[in-house]
């Protein structure tokens, strides 16, 4: 008996050893299968089915199945890929949960306010702000002025009052212009491309910060002497500090954008010149831009400039356009949003040559939350009141907002980035609606090193004979059959009681957000004492 | 509202101050009996549920605590199985047949009027004070009473919503005044040559009161000192007119009785075995006379009886062919003499006959040329198989039967388990020695209680006389057999779960290969065949293969038993030759549809599909039917007509199927479940455009990706009503049932034929039609709940479903 087998793979031919599965061999040959029940060392449980290849006609788990000489794999098929995708899709029906926070995918500039709220939870002040810097072009500006719409997402609002995100935000703020920080969003390397931005009101300001975080040599050309346009009026108004309208100006400079101040487009400098001389041109003109469209030899749409949704492309190629000039934007969030998006279609058209909108991650999306399921979060949550600055100059002292942000119920998922669920489904381009389905939003958050979240879980098994293999006193178990089987410890309500050994081996090998680690949620709460919780807002229990 | 229909006395032996049993000693007991082994699980959790009708926890935790029995293996295996219960259940427990006649019948009204009546909250199966627990059942097997279903031991039929509050009062009446239960399962043996009373004692004919008319003769005889046997024989075939009785006098044509009660037994015994002594004759008048003027009726012992020139009794067996069920109707199922007289064991006796070396291929040859395929479902070549398992190298290998037959509708394997063990095992004992076995294991339905009680009869009379243990027959290698009861999970049938469920485990398939025959049972090579499949090997090793393949169609050999019910007017238990055509099976045996047009057949069960009437003359084979997207299962045949809905119909086996789904894999698990919703949403008037293209989609996929048969086959009632009755689907999205079956799309109204006789007032069980005398009667369409009880009752027809 020889001890290989030859097969072939798409057409492809392979030599695997003896035993080894379909899985195994088509590995050797770089062919990339999805699996989500699969795990080295563990016998194959075959239960998801995202691993199907064609075999014979015959649609079987390539996991399972061993390479047998002579065999013909189909993988890399369209029928595969539809089989495939059909698990997927079946699997994300049952899933309940959200790999994006209700706030973070409200928020237009998609900060990650959970993961902020966390770092600020642990008082690490400083990673919070490099998460808002991050995402945000203008953090000052939002801190002062956003409407907050993510706090009408957030699901604590549904139990008694939502984060006070914004709040938190002007913290961060003012904390780093306080202790004298300038913390910058991490940078591409340099792009040898170069771009200029028209206008310096918050679009123009965004985009020439996404273009610089991307690597392009950016100008910013402006009319006025110091740049910040309608954000001046708000400082006049006194609805934004004047300092930290500075704060961001430096932020910009300190990021490399080169400020050509008393610069006016058609007057000063035109727009052919621009085109001339830079690789790309973003022009944020604001309110005006209607009049300018035909002067500078650009279209009109109903409401503004013309110029793609998404990408802000105008009809001339490597010249974009956004905010006020395009169309009026509701909030400045949303300002932002724009311009950050414009500079990073602008990215890609430099560095591809085609203008991509941003890609947004794939995230399942559980809707509406009832209170009766809120419960379970609230043990990861400071059972307090919404605080409110008790100073004056309404801003957080720093323990008023690590006591805020315990408030967070952390509803989103730990394993974003990491979830195997989440990336083939971004993979395979499966549609989330096309099966509908909503179990019960749950997490087991009981006792002990695990979280369990039910609704995320695919039933692979694999904590399961991980726990049998580490020899656990209960262990965990398959419960009841059918659809409604779960995974949970024999006699017992908490997950952690069959998980007294292997809690971070299981962890580490969970496929999704199902199984995650209580230290990755956040601290427990700070001592709240001085917050007497009202009986409306008290978690049932302990 | 209507006062409670049902005002039933307080709760008697309940008291709440009843001592905490001994836990710990009585786990101990329990696992003295079964075994510490992680392999008596399943029994030692049968023998808990048994004692104390549900599974206490400090019970378990007392298993988990004393044997190698993990606490993940006792909760994962007890909540994967429908037996085990968690909470106590009720004093009584009513099994409501969910099978497909019954479905057809209206068994879902019978439940929920059920509930209704004895106050059982929704999302519990037992009232507030633990009185009755409500648990519906696959299939109960009587499908020519449906809607059927069981209180305790007594079995209900023919059942109305209007008839409940009189069955239940009936039924406590019944309990108060019971008398000691007598069991018909005595051994008796036949004596040859004498008279006999033959009445069939399946557990079908049971449920219809065969085994009190078996007492009745039993007592008639004595009291009539009648010289004749009162004789237990197995499962007679025609359901549709048990219970029956043969008067069977050597050198004389036998007459049959059909439809018999109790009450005729001794008129019947008086007719045909004249008492001998004059004086108890006399005696006898005198009781018939004074109780014909007490009860003002008449004894009718002739009214019933029929014989083999009765056309109808022709044609129902004028197209049959009785192999697996040769026989039948005429054996003591338990008497073993019996069964040698008839051919019994001689097949086997050839078998050890030939010499060791060439006999299993010699065996294998025989199955193989006879083109014997698995009568489970798929149809797998019966001699392949066994040849595949002799091939595997090790002296370890097992034989499984497989009687856990499930599907709703489908009970031929019970009645061949009931009526034939000894056949049974002789066709397992002869696989066995074909594949070099030496332990063989019948999988049984606990469901089955009868047919698990015969066959241990069978193997502990073969133990006594040597036959089976160290020496087959006395003669040959060692066999021992036992039998594994099953829990209560449809999805055992599939062999790898069947496997996993006798080792204790969960019963979930896994992908195969590798396949039983190569890795099994602990496993070691085991060859798995249906117990019909082995109630043919004895005939075709005693008539020789070419007299089995001279049977049937090209490439299906041989007979089928098949259950046959629905709207048809002769249902039964049939067994015919492979090709005969569907229209003749519901036409010839069946006797056509009971009322109107039949419109479609049923094949297969949860893995089959609607064959409609107009390709009803296709041959029964096992590849004419998969062409036509049915399978043909393990048999079950029920005639639909007029009045059936086929959307409902695929949505009833759909519902099967997803509530039996082990949920291993997500094509099964998910799927099922969202197929499902979308047939629900479809019934109930919600369709949407698209619904019926993602129902074909998804149900493709599902079929092509499932892990296991169950999930494979579980589109197939879906995908084959989709392809013959489009036009009913497409009418639900438009907000039509055609049928009148989905309660969301119809209403009832009163016609102007109504007198206003009030008879459909008094009935309805919600109050929803005012008592209005002599006046057209209206129905508050918000109230109803088209449970048809007014439709039922009206004696003009001015009940109407729009």
Redesign the interface.
Known sequence: MSSTVTLTIDGRTVEAPQGATVLEAARMLGVEIPTLCHFPGLPPSASCLVCLVKIDGRMVPSCATVAEEGMKVESETEEVFEARRTALELLLSDHTGDCLAPCHRICPAQLNIPLMLRHIQNGQVEKALQTLCGAVSLPGATAWLCPAPCEKGCRRGVWDAPTAIRDEERFLVQTELEKGWTVLPEKDPPLERTAAVVGAGPTGLAAAWRLARGGARTVLFHRGEKGGGSLRAETKRGTLPAEVLEHELARLRALGVEFCPRTELGKDVSLEALREEFDAVILALGPSGREQAGRLGLASGPAGLRAKPHTGETDLPGVFAAGAAVKRTPHIARTLAEGQNAGEAAIAWLRTGRAAAPARPFSSMTGRVERKELPDFLRLAGRIPRVSPASETGVFRPAEARAEASRCLHCDCRSVGACKLQRYAEQYGVNPKRFSGRQRMEIDARRGEALFEPGKCILCGICVQIAERAREELGLTFIGRGFDVRIGAPFSDAIADGLRRAARECVAACPTGALTLREETAVPPPSLDRFSPTPENRAPDA | MKPSVLDLPPAAGLAPSEAEPDWTRAAEEILDQCGRDRKALIPVLQAVQERFGWLP?PV??HI?AHSDI???????VA???DMFRFRPAGRHTIRVCRGTACHVAGAERIEAELRRLLKIPPGDDTDPERRFTIEPVACLGCCTLAPVMKIDERTYGRLSPEKLPGVIRQFLADEETRAARRSTEEPRRAAAGKPEIRVGLGSCCMAKGSGRLFHALEDAVERLEADVAVKRVGCVGMCHRTPMVEISVPGRESVFYTGVSPDDAAAIVERHFKPRDPLVRLTEGWRRFLDRLLNDEEAKPGEGAMDSADPAVSRFLGRQAHIATEHFGRLDPLDLEEYLAHEGFQALGRCLEKEETSRPAWIADQIEASGLRGRGGAGFPAGRKWRAVQAQPGPVKYVICNGDEGDPGAFMDRMLLESFPYRIIEGMAIAALAVGAREGIFYIRREYPLAVHRVRAAIGELERRGWLGERLLGKGPPLRIRIAEGAG?FVCGEETALIASIEGR?GTP??R?PFPAQSGLDGKPTLINNVETFALVPWIIRRGPDRFAAIGSKNSKGTKVFALAGAVKRGGLIEVPMGVTIREIVEEIGGGAREGRWKAVQIGGPSGGCVPERLADTPIDYDSLRELGAIMGSGSLVVLDERTCMVDIARYFLRFT??????????C??????ML?ILDRICEGRGRSGDLE?LEQ?GR?IS????CGLGKTAPNPVLTTLRYFRDEYEAHLQGRCPAGKCTALIRYVVTDRCVGCTLCAQHCPVGAIPMTPYRKHEINDDLCTRCDTCRTVCPYEAVEIR
């Open positions: 926890e378990l935790r988990a993990t606490p993940a293996a006792i909760v994962g909540t994967f199985y999970a969960r896994r992908l290969p997803q509530d039996q789904s082990c949920g291993k894999c997500t094509f698990r998910i799927g099922s479940k969202r919703e993602e998804l996929q092509a990706g499932s892990l």
